[in-house]
């Protein structure tokens, strides 16, 4: 990183950089499908493409390696094997349908992954692009050999296609939803997809055969149609010139990439050579029991700099600025001390004695007994 920078300045050249984890590209770079797609190149070499490609789709190409290779955890070899394997596909899966796939661009391990189909099927779909050149509508899916209606009717959805016959093909909406979009459009006076103005009474999506839920994720692949739910996300860091730590200073803000999350804090990566720590307590306002309650693996997140060690090139963070994590701590010692002196028992103060003289007790014992 050091020598990219350097390189950088010393040219004078426009263009950044980003750091891209490794994880598992020796992996892939070593299987069948990576010497079928770049046969006359080195292993090395195929890690190198597929860290670049990381950066312009990273799911398309982690959905390539097995997710056990790109390190889930702290105890991953510590859990049930079966357990974590069904999870993790749970997960993958979830991602992928979430996200969608292009069917004339998603690989055969991207298509494997989509509700409906299977390592066959999609075979099948990469089989008849390249025999038939790209699929222009959903319905085509129908001419795939192994794929019925029944898979159809699952794995159309999410699915997509740009530049097609039919513009509903480009969005989420189903095509079972097709009518009702359709009707929803010129209900609205809408002639063309992307248009913000759309907004249908909910009381009459009987109207439409559709209930409210349906109606609203329609209005939403309308306004936005080539929607991605991981545009909300952060993207990489792109960088120009790397950090010494001689130029940090307590307070400063930075934008990192949380590389490590363990069970006392979180590392993220700044641009030092060594990853700043995040300690476990300064993370929240509210008191958290492990870090992943806030951050995860790959988050890009704001951090302000806590604590700086030259000795040993180390830096402590904080996902707070400094003042709120100040008044955070004075407001915890405040109610600390408060509890203190309410558990504390009350001093009663013992009741004085009264006096009684001889007379008095005599007429007391008389009164009582009588004599």
């Known amino acids: 990183e050091k020598l990219v920078a350097e390189l950088i300045h010393e040219h004078k050249l426009d263009v950044s950089y980003a750091i891209v984890s490794e994880a598992g590209a020796s992996v892939w770079s070593a299987q069948e499908a990576a010497r079928k797609e770049f046969p006359d190149i080195e292993v090395e070499e195929r890690s190198a493409v597929s860290i670049g490609r990381r950066l312009l789709d990273p799911l398309a190409e982690l959905i390539k390696i097995d997710p056990q290779s790109i390190g889930v955890g702290q105890y991953q070899h510590d859990l049930p094997q ?11 899966m979830k991602s992928v349908n979430r996200t969608g796939a292009d069917l004339n661009t998603a690989s055969l391990e991207l298509l494997t992954h989509i509700s409906g189909l299977n390592s066959g099927t999609a075979q099948e779909i990469v089989n008849y692009r390249n025999e038939n050149g790209r699929f222009t509508n959903r319905k085509q899916l129908l001419k ?18 740009t530049d097609g016959d039919e513009p509903l093909d480009q969005t989420s909406i189903h095509p079972e939803s097709y009518e009702a979009a359709r009707k929803l459009m010129q209900a609205c006076g809408i002639t063309k997809l992307g248009e913000a103005d759309i907004s249908f009474p909910k009381e009459k999506t009987a109207e439409l055969g559709i209930d409210e839920y349906t109606l609203e994720d329609i209005e939403e692949a309308i306004r936005q149609p080539l929607r991605d739910y991981r545009d909300q996300f952060d993207g990489a860091l792109l960088k120009s010139d790397v950090l010494n730590i001689s130029d940090l200073h307590v307070g400063d803000q930075l934008s990192g990439t949380v590389r490590n999350v363990v069970d006392f804090g979180a590392f993220v990566d ?55 994590l100040e008044q955070r701590d004075a407001a915890y010692r405040y109610r600390k001390a408060a509890g203190k002196h309410n558990n504390q028992r009350p001093k009663h103060n013992k009741p004085v004695k009264k006096e009684v ?10 009164e009582r007994f009588g004599k």
């Open 357 to 366: 003289s001889m007379d008095d007790a005599l007429a007391r014992l008389k």
């Open 82 to 92: 079966k357990a974590l394997t069904e999870r993790l596909d749970e997960v993958v």
């Open 144 to 161: 795939v050999k192994k794929l019925g209606p029944k898979a159809f009717t699952q794995c159309a959805g999410f699915l997509r296609i």
């Open 270 to 324: 700044i641009g030092l050579h060594e990853d700043g720590l995040v300690h476990l307590s300064h993370m929240s306002m509210k008191r958290i029991s492990h870090p992943s309650e806030c951050v995860a693996v790959n988050d890009i997140v704001k951090v302000w700099v806590y604590q700086i060690d030259e000795a040993r090139n180390r830096v402590q963070l904080s996902l707070l600025p400094l003042d709120q």
